[in-house]
């Protein structure tokens, strides 16, 4: 009927298409199923070690996590020869066929799963035997399963197919044609000429399959032939794609479950290259890689061949995709460094584009880390999730802290697991805000987190839509090559200034905090260790332990991964994580012990207790040793022993009774409740806090969320506060105390609030036994301080952020993130909230606020009920933070002196004895040592240093060492310039918050 309505001739083009897919494929024989079954995962010459069962379809065969090896045998029938034979397998999980010896070959997953099914069908379960059948092949395959679907909460673990099939190919072809056409049409407007000639093809086509056969399906290709041959125009919009697929390394599965996802990943690519000749596919992450090396060498080097041939893209500058919030800044550098490291060594690429789809927001600091990197791109498409405010770009400048730009990209399509549909190019061309002045898209296709990437479907609607009339022309190729086309543009495109901030998952900033704390600690410890082998090796001790280092920083950079140092995964990823990093910090620890005595002992100190101090500035502080307390004087990047580092302390004024805790600086009053009403700087006379306000009230919030998220107006919906149960006040040598113990429900929480003789800290010592579910502790200080911005330490510098909530923006952006301090200044005083290992702050008005604990119920169950020990720190301050010096306060609190025990004398080295040398001194007050180490590929000594301010410094560094030369380098301590040639003195100019990294070769 020429006539027909549109709608009528789409629905049956629908239903036909329906009926095409479930023709594809006709099954001529079963395969005979054994599978041996394991908790965990076994090697290929261990395949037969587990329970053994036979399976036919509708057999239950695991429980999740269960890991089998199955064994699928048959031949293929007389019937099928001169036909093309496939396998249909669908284990109900996810599956990695191997070759002959074990090495992966294809993966496939299970057609049902939580994938999101508006992208597209997730399940792959097809493998090609034979274009043409000779009838009689052995059908001979070992596989290695997981019971677990893509997101690791399927729980079907049954056989669902497992047989030999024939595939008709015209069928096949013709199914896609369909697909695409449809797909196509919907995307078109009514008024459209081109969808009434689409629909009424299709409409005519199907009238063509009442009965479905070979010759039927190739008239009505016929049909639609000239449909699918349409051309576009000169294209105002041209869409680069390139396979892809996200893997999350842990989140609801654990991590060893990640390594099996990605051979099965890695495998599945490869074999689609073989079959589709345009198919270029990349893939982040070298930690990633590195297990597939590791495990899989045979398929690592096929890997190999096709980044060499060009279809294979590394994507991603850092070791993994981490949280950009929480890791601190030499961390970030770290992950720079070792990722782009990688891609360098094994396959001789240079990685300029950093890949960040999923991370929960984008620090200020990036800009610069990846300029003086050399990456010089950005991808990411999170701040789509965004809950109030959208984005206003997708193609930008994204301008850093310190005035650093990046040009980057978030590809209009929102996700970035793309069906590749016409749907998919037709949203990108709607959505592109920046369309008005670019030609130019990222697409990325495929399905992620085990998925295997893009699949059949996902080729064969691109080889029809490379310029198919209606859409904009798509092409594969590199994001590199699209990077090169965006960046021919970018002279047009606007800035953006500061951080991506992601307007939701704001409860990543809290979530698992033992796993917060183990992070902040062994930044902290890894900085220590480093500075302590520098010196000993400067020294002529010892050679410096690079591989050592390495490891364990890598494991380190593992754990940032965005959904694991942010909380959003299950029980058994911090189960593991844990127990691991519990002996990741022993080991540092007992190295820096062991490093720090053999430099006691390298400068003739061993028989006597030595404090070292890593930080660039002289330290004041009292410090104890076999029970007794001392006041001591310790330079900056040096040591000195106990006994010369002792000075005279005085404690007069120290005071810890009736409800006040005193110092010669400060004066701190509590009411019977335990809050604290008043805090007098006795310097000024000024009060510190709100008069009538009660501060470091421990205060509970009914928090339904999840690990990501917790209610927005969780103000509105109080659940109590921990109640008082005892307090005792004391005073310990130079340590005023009151000792606190609280309670709710069957939580309990002790503190010692702590004033130390001469120093401006209200320090609170804090254990939690955290016994709660849906609930949320935190602890607030209304200050007296009335301004409009709060600064918030972030890596490399802070931020100012509104302390208002006028805008849409500004209340979007309620909970944010702070490492060691948050503070509220005016130029003449101010009061800042240090910390030792939180992250969640909010600063509303004059109050400054900590998230301390949560207690969310998914994906863990058993998040954060536990035992937990941190501190925070109260600082009243005269000036503002910088005139106050808030920055070193806060690594103060984070970067304890170190006293060494005394060792048994030991007899010098070889070299002869040495005396003990500042390494590094720097002369301003502003700029930081943030890292001093052994060059990755060099004898020489590596300072990174950064301005605190966000002003601009020049700076005198004096190295305790003669040197041959000092030259400056980027991040990856490439050199740039030299700066001196046989001295130990140079000047640095720095810019506001800029980043600095020296390399001096020093005369050891």
């Known amino acids: 009927m020429p006539y027909e309505p549109i709608p009528n001739m789409l629905s049956k083009a629908k239903r036909t298409m329906s009926r095409l897919h479930k023709s594809i494929y006709e099954p001529v024989s079963a395969l005979t199923v054994t599978a041996w079954v394991t908790k965990e995962p076994v090697p290929f010459e261990d395949r037969e070690s587990g329970r053994r069962i036979r399976l036919q379809p509708g057999d239950q065969w695991g429980e999740l996590w269960d890991c089998a090896w199955f064994h699928f045998e048959g031949v293929v029938p007389d019937e099928a020869k001169g036909r093309k034979v496939v396998l249909l397998i669908d284990v109900n999980g996810e599956l990695?066929?191997?070759?002959?010896?074990?090495?992966?070959?294809?993966?496939?997953?299970?057609?049902?799963?939580?994938?999101?099914?508006?992208?597209?069908?997730?399940?792959?379960?097809?493998?090609?035997?034979?274009?043409?059948?000779?009838?009689?092949?052995?059908?001979?395959?070992?596989?290695?399963?997981?019971?677990?679907?893509?997101?690791?909460?399927?729980?079907?673990?049954?056989?669902?197919?497992?047989?030999?099939?024939?595939?008709?190919?015209?069928?096949?072809?013709?199914?896609?044609?369909?697909?695409?056409?449809?797909?196509?049409?919907?995307?078109?407007?009514?008024?459209?000429?081109?969808?009434?000639?689409?629909?009424?093809?299709?409409?005519?086509?199907?009238?063509?399959?009442?009965?479905?056969?070979?010759?039927?399906?190739?008239?009505?290709?016929?049909?639609?032939?000239?449909?699918?041959?349409?051309?576009?125009?000169?294209?105002?919009?041209?869409?680069?794609?390139?396979?892809?697929?996200?893997?999350?390394?842990?989140?609801?599965?654990?991590?060893?479950?990640?390594?099996?996802?990605?051979?099965?990943?890695?495998?599945?690519?490869?074999?689609?290259?073989?079959?589709?000749?345009?198919?270029?596919?990349?893939?982040?992450?070298?930690?990633?890689?590195?297990?597939?090396k590791e495990r899989h060498p045979k398929l690592y080097d096929q890997v190999k061949r096709r980044v060499k041939e060009g279809r294979w893209e590394p994507q991603g500058a850092m070791w993994v995709e981490p949280d950009t919030n929480l890791s601190g800044g030499e961390a970030l550098v770290r992950q720079i460094l070792y990722g782009k490291r990688f891609f360098r060594d094994e396959f001789g690429v240079d990685v300029r584009v950093l890949w960040l789809p999923d991370a929960f927001g984008y620090t200020a600091s990036l800009p610069q880390l990846m300029k003086k990197s050399g990456v010089d791109y950005l991808v990411t498409q999170k701040l789509s999730w965004n809950v109030y405010n959208t984005h206003p770009h997708h193609s930008f400048h994204w301008e850093g802290l310190d005035g650093s730009r990046v040009l980057a990209h978030l590809p209009p399509e929102d996700t970035y697991n793309s069906p590749a549909a016409p749907r998919s190019l037709v949203k990108i061309e709607r959505n592109y805000a920046d369309k008005n002045v670019s030609k130019h898209a990222l697409m990325l296709f495929g399905i992620g987190d085990g998925g295997g990437g893009p699949g059949e479907e996902h080729l064969e609607r691109l080889a029809r839509e490379r310029n198919l009339a209606g859409l904009p022309p798509v092409v594969q190729e590199p994001s590199t090559a699209f990077f090169r086309k965006l960046e021919a543009e970018a002279d047009r495109f606007p800035s953006f200034r500061g951080e991506l901030y992601l307007e939701r998952h704001q409860g990543t900033l809290t979530t698992q905090g033992r796993n917060k704390w183990y992070n902040r600690k062994m930044e902290k410890a890894l900085r220590e260790l480093e500075f302590a082998e520098s010196l000993l090796w400067a020294l002529g001790g010892e050679a410096y332990p690079r591989g050592e280092l390495e490891t364990v920083w890598k494991e380190v950079l593992l754990y940032q991964f965005h959904d694991i140092l942010p909380g959003s995964s299950i029980t058994r990823v911090y189960a593991e994580s844990l127990e691991r990093y519990e002996q990741l910090y022993g080991k540092v620890h007992g190295m820096i012990r062991d490093t720090y005595a053999r430099l006691a002992a390298l400068t003739g100190r061993s028989g006597e207790p030595v404090l070292f101090n890593s930080l660039p500035w002289d330290r004041k502080e009292w410090v104890r040793w076999n029970g007794e307390w001392h006041h001591v004087h310790v330079p900056a990047m040096g040591s000195r022993t106990l006994k010369e580092a002792a000075q005279p302390g005085d404690t007069r004024g120290l005071a810890a009774a009736d409800g006040v805790l005193e110092n010669e600086l400060l004066a701190v009053r509590f009411d019977a409740d335990g809050s604290i009403v008043s805090v007098v700087d006795k310097?000024?006379?000024?009060?510190?806090?709100?008069?009538?306000?009660?501060?470091?009230?421990?205060?509970?919030?009914?928090?339904?969320?999840?690990?990501?998220?917790?209610?927005?107006?969780?103000?509105?919906?109080?659940?109590?506060?921990?109640?008082?149960?005892?307090?005792?006040?004391?005073?310990?040598?130079?340590?005023?105390?009151?000792?606190?113990?609280?309670?709710?429900?069957?939580?309990?929480?002790?503190?010692?609030?702590?004033?130390?003789?001469?120093?401006?800290?209200?320090?609170?010592?804090?254990?939690?036994?955290?016994?709660?579910?849906?609930?949320?502790?935190?602890?607030?200080?209304?200050?007296?301080?009335?301004?409009?911005?709060?600064?918030?330490?972030?890596?490399?510098?802070?931020?100012?952020?509104?302390?208002?909530?006028?805008?849409?923006?500004?209340?979007?952006?309620?909970?944010?993130?702070?490492?060691?301090?948050?503070?509220?200044?005016?130029?003449?005083?101010?009061?800042?909230?240090?910390?030792?290992?939180?992250?969640?702050?909010?600063?509303?008005?004059?109050?400054?606020?900590?998230?301390?604990?949560?207690?969310p119920s998914y994906p863990d169950p058993e998040a954060d009920r536990a035992v937990h020990r941190f501190t925070y720190a109260l600082y009243p301050h005269e000036g503002d933070l910088v005139q106050a010096g808030v920055w070193r306060r806060g690594y103060e609190l984070n970067v304890p002196l170190t006293l060494v025990e005394p060792q048994d004398p030991q007899d010098p080295p070889a070299a002869g004895k040495r005396e003990p040398v500042q390494l590094v001194l720097v002369d301003h007050p502003n700029v930081m040592v943030e890292a001093v180490k052994k060059a990755e590929d060099s004898d020489h000594l590596i300072v990174r240093l950064y301005e605190t301010a966000g002003a601009a410094a020049r700076a005198k560094v004096r190295f305790g060492l003669p040197c041959v030369s000092v030259e400056e380098t980027d991040l990856m301590e490439n050199p740039l310039a030299v700066l001196r040639e046989n001295g130990q003195e140079i000047e640095l100019s720095f810019a506001p918050f800029e980043v600095k990294t020296i390399r001096a070769d020093i005369r050891r």
């Open 683 to 855: 310097r000024t006379g000024r009060e510190a806090l709100k008069s009538g306000e009660k501060a470091n009230v421990l205060r509970l919030y009914h928090d339904d969320g999840d690990a990501w998220d917790f209610p927005r107006d969780y103000r509105e919906h109080p659940a109590g506060t921990m109640e008082l149960r005892s307090m005792g006040y004391e005073v310990d040598g130079p340590r005023a105390i009151v000792r606190q113990e609280y309670a709710y429900g069957e939580t309990r929480l002790t503190q010692n609030i702590v004033l130390t003789a001469g120093s401006p800290l209200i320090v609170f010592e804090t254990e939690a036994d955290w016994k709660e579910s849906g609930k949320m502790l935190r602890v607030s200080f209304p200050t007296g301080i009335h301004t409009d911005h709060a600064n918030c330490e972030i890596q490399f510098g802070y931020l100012k952020r509104p302390t208002t909530r006028n805008t849409m923006l500004e209340y979007a952006r309620d909970e944010v993130c702070a490492h060691h301090y948050i503070d509220l200044s005016r130029p003449d005083y101010g009061v800042a909230l240090l910390n030792d290992c939180k992250y969640g702050h909010s600063a509303l008005g004059h109050i400054l606020d900590l998230n301390l604990l949560r207690s």
């Open 96 to 292: 990695c066929l191997v070759d002959g010896e074990g090495t992966p070959l294809q993966g496939l997953t299970n057609v049902t799963s939580e994938f999101d099914y508006t992208l597209g069908r997730p399940g792959k379960r097809v493998v090609d035997v034979s274009p043409a059948a000779r009838g009689g092949e052995a059908i001979d395959l070992w596989g290695d399963a997981g019971c677990n679907d893509l997101f690791g909460r399927f729980h079907g673990g049954t056989l669902k197919e497992a047989v030999i099939a024939v595939c008709h190919e015209d069928i096949r072809r013709l199914y896609y044609d369909f697909e695409v056409l449809v797909d196509l049409a919907e995307q078109l407007p009514d008024t459209s000429a081109r969808k009434a000639q689409i629909c009424q093809s299709l409409y005519e086509a199907s009238n063509l399959l009442s009965v479905i056969d070979a010759e039927r399906a190739r008239e009505a290709a016929g049909r639609l032939a000239a449909e699918l041959a349409g051309r576009g125009g000169d294209p105002a919009l041209t869409v680069s794609a390139i396979g892809h697929a996200h893997i999350d390394l842990a989140w609801l599965w654990p991590i060893r479950e990640t390594i099996r996802k990605g051979a099965r990943t890695f495998a599945t690519a490869l074999r689609n290259m073989e079959k589709y000749p345009d198919y270029l596919f990349g893939a982040s992450q070298p930690q990633l890689y590195q297990w597939i």
